[in-house]
């Protein structure tokens, strides 16, 4: 989901991938620079972020000093940041995993009775 306020103008365009996302100027003449302390903010309640980086820009001063990440919500900070016709940005992103944490301790508890199992078997055999 893309939330800036409705304040942000539709000079950017901003379009996942299947790793991250891209932010660009579509235009190929005009510049777009000095956008306040405006912000696109990115959220997802069910598969919020974890982890961005900038893996490349081109025509544009965006850095990893634009990005920001907190909460699972990922936002990048445009204010200032100067836009060349054709600009873009390639962003990494990884969504948070689920980690089965039932299901590990349920093959933990598993592996456990098992070793306790087979030590009393031992111990029973052997004569004292």
């Given at each position: 989901m893309l939330s800036d306020g409705g304040a942000f103008p539709d000079l950017l365009d901003a379009d996942f991938t299947a790793t991250g996302l891209i932010l660009s100027n579509p235009s190929s003449s005009d510049s777009f620079e000095d956008f306040?302390?405006?912000?696109l903010v990115f959220t997802d309640s069910s598969n919020p972020f974890t982890y961005a980086s900038v893996v490349s820009a081109s025509g544009?001063?965006?850095?990893p000093g634009s990005v920001s990440l907190?909460?699972?919500t990922l936002t990048l900070?445009?204010?200032g940041i100067y836009f060349h016709p054709n600009?873009?940005?390639d962003?990494?992103?990884?969504?948070?995993?689920?980690?089965?944490?039932p299901s590990s301790l349920i093959v933990l508890s598993t592996g456990v009775l098992g070793l306790l199992g087979a030590a009393r078997?031992?111990?029973v055999r052997r004569p004292r």
């Open positions: 306040g302390s405006r912000s544009t001063d965006f850095g907190s909460g699972g900070s445009v204010g600009a873009s940005v962003l990494d992103l990884e969504p948070m995993t689920v980690t089965p944490e078997r031992r111990s």
